[in-house]
């Protein structure tokens, strides 16, 4: 008796609190974004991985070039910048961050020319955050058409300030795996 009280009491709770306080889901009003995607990094983070999981599993027709030049934007309808500073990145790139921020502004510049919008991410959270990753954040962040970021990476509110600044419509989300849904709906 008691194991079939248990049982019932669980699965009513199982049903019930998910009703009684429901999660609140990030949706795009409609997709801002066609298919195919080009990722790549601005800061040369880790997080760039992280970015090409998430569209592979959302199912979007996508390249990663972590050091794309504006060649790569042949036949792509999306630019995405996951930003995010790392010197060992960098280096590993054989960059440095003069170098890098030429490399993302040629990018971005071409982009703009050719139409391009742009997504911008930032998956790292509070650790990914600091003051070149904050320069780059304030370089290419008021270009985009939309912003997904982690929210302990927005504590200073950083991002809510600049996408309110530039009109620009801003997702947070508590976890980088959060990102998937909001990554998906954005695009057609």
Do not use: W, Y
């Not at 049903?15 to 995607?37: G, H, N, R, T, Y």
């Not at 601005?42 to 599993?57: D, I, P, Y």
């Not at 980088?176 to 990554?183: F, K």
């Amino acid at each position: 008796m008691m194991k079939k009280t248990f049982f019932t009491t669980f699965l009513l709770l199982t049903f019930f609190i998910p009703v009684m306080f429901p999660q609140e889901e990030k949706k795009v009003a409609s997709p801002l974004f066609e298919q195919p995607l080009l990722i790549t990094s601005a800061g040369q983070s880790a997080e760039v991985r992280l970015a090409s999981v998430l569209a592979k599993r959302g199912e979007l027709n996508f390249i990663l070039s972590k050091t794309a030049t504006p060649k790569d934007l042949e036949n792509i309808k999306t630019l995405a910048l996951v930003l995010g500073v790392s010197l060992k990145g960098l280096g590993a790139a054989g960059l440095d961050i003069a170098k890098e921020k030429e490399r993302v502004n040629l990018l971005v510049e071409e982009a703009q020319k050719k139409n391009i919008p742009l997504l911008c991410l930032h998956l790292g959270g509070e650790s990914r955050r600091g003051q070149l990753s904050d320069a780059f954040i304030s370089i290419f962040l008021p270009k985009a058409k939309m912003v997904i970021v982690v929210k302990s990476g927005n504590k200073d509110k950083l991002f809510t300030r600049l996408c309110e600044e530039h009109k620009i419509p801003l997702i947070e989300v508590e976890k980088t795996v959060d990102t998937l849904e909001p990554l998906k709906n954005a695009f057609k």
